[in-house]
């Protein structure tokens, strides 16, 4: 009698970078899953079922039942992929020496390039529509996309002798990766980077990335008009948490 399909993995996920990874891990590693749409926007990572299984209030996260026991649920990103990797065992290698190369490339994108990126992000084209005065603006623009630089420039002498961040493809790549799609947005030109583009370029044509970026592309809409109630209220939810705020939403999302 053939052996019963896994369950899927449960992904709670919007399309960005951060959401971007899982999928691609999961397509790399050719497990089943099954998207559940976490809309930031709209506020959704403050219901109770959501924090349950991530109680920082930020996707992606999944929930494994294809496990003994009860499910296992895991939030934060690079530990979903860690996860996977033991899993499966692929993509995270198990001797201790090719480990630690994959772990201190993936920390290095959880604390830095990541985190970076965004605030790069967000001065540059996010803040301008909450505060007008430029001039306000001007440290943030500058701190951010002079670090992102920064920490392209790593990425590029890394690159330069070895064809992956860790010698081998792994689920260092697949963090990295998705948060150099928006390289314009963070003020930055790849070909200035040319060993970083290289990579970029070869890992962006592997089947199972391109897959994974396109899952709930759909979902992605225009933001509402800056000045909008619409926009007001996303950006209070974006960018305008607090102990307070967040305790507030959670509260308002139980009624």
């Given at each position: 009698m053939a052996e019963a399909p896994a369950a899927p993995i449960e992904v709670h996920y919007w399309p960005t970078p951060n959401g971007w990874k899982v999928t691609?891990?999961?397509?790399?590693?050719?497990?089943?899953?099954?998207?559940?749409?976490?809309?930031i926007g709209a506020g959704e990572q403050f219901k109770p079922a959501f924090l349950a299984i991530s109680p920082n209030n930020r996707m992606p996260a999944i929930v494994d039942p294809a496990v003994e026991g009860e499910p296992i649920s895991v939030f934060e990103?690079?530990?979903?992929?860690?996860?996977?990797?033991?899993?499966?065992?692929?993509?995270?290698?198990?001797?201790?020496?090719?480990?630690?190369?994959?772990?201190?490339w993936l920390y290095w994108q959880?604390?830095?390039?990541?985190?970076m990126s965004g605030q790069a992000a967000h001065f540059r084209n996010y803040a301008p529509t909450i505060e007008p005065d430029p001039e306000k603006l001007a440290y943030g623009v500058k701190r951010y996309t002079n670090e992102?630089?920064?920490?392209?420039?790593?990425?590029?002498r890394r690159l330069a002798d070895r064809p992956f961040l860790a010698g081998a493809y792994s689920?260092?790549?697949?963090?990295?990766?998705?948060?150099?799609?928006?390289?314009?947005?963070?003020?930055?030109?790849?070909s200035a980077f040319?060993?970083?583009?290289?990579?970029?370029?070869?890992?962006?044509e592997r089947p199972a990335v391109q897959r994974g970026c396109d899952v709930g592309k759909e979902l992605r809409k225009p933001p509402p008009e800056p000045g909008t109630p619409e926009h007001k209220a996303m950006a209070e939810k974006l960018w305008g948490q607090s102990g307070k705020s967040v305790g507030d939403q959670i509260e308002k999302a139980k009624a």
């Amino acid at each position: 009698m053939a052996e019963a399909p896994a369950a899927p993995i449960e992904v709670h996920y919007w399309p960005t970078p951060n959401g971007w990874k899982v999928t691609i891990a999961l397509e790399e590693m050719g497990l089943p899953y099954v998207i559940r749409p976490v809309n930031i926007g709209a506020g959704e990572q403050f219901k109770p079922a959501f924090l349950a299984i991530s109680p920082n209030n930020r996707m992606p996260a999944i929930v494994d039942p294809a496990v003994e026991g009860e499910p296992i649920s895991v939030f934060e990103s690079g530990a979903i992929l860690q996860y996977l990797g033991r899993k499966t065992g692929q993509f995270y290698p198990a001797g201790e020496r090719d480990r630690v190369e994959v772990e201190q490339w993936l920390y290095w994108q959880m604390g830095g390039l990541g985190p970076m990126s965004g605030q790069a992000a967000h001065f540059r084209n996010y803040a301008p529509t909450i505060e007008p005065d430029p001039e306000k603006l001007a440290y943030g623009v500058k701190r951010y996309t002079n670090e992102v630089e920064r920490l392209y420039g790593v990425m590029d002498r890394r690159l330069a002798d070895r064809p992956f961040l860790a010698g081998a493809y792994s689920i260092a790549d697949m963090a990295s990766w998705p948060w150099l799609r928006g390289a314009a947005l963070f003020g930055q030109d790849l070909s200035a980077f040319p060993h970083l583009k290289r990579w970029f370029d070869e890992v962006g044509e592997r089947p199972a990335v391109q897959r994974g970026c396109d899952v709930g592309k759909e979902l992605r809409k225009p933001p509402p008009e800056p000045g909008t109630p619409e926009h007001k209220a996303m950006a209070e939810k974006l960018w305008g948490q607090s102990g307070k705020s967040v305790g507030d939403q959670i509260e308002k999302a139980k009624a």
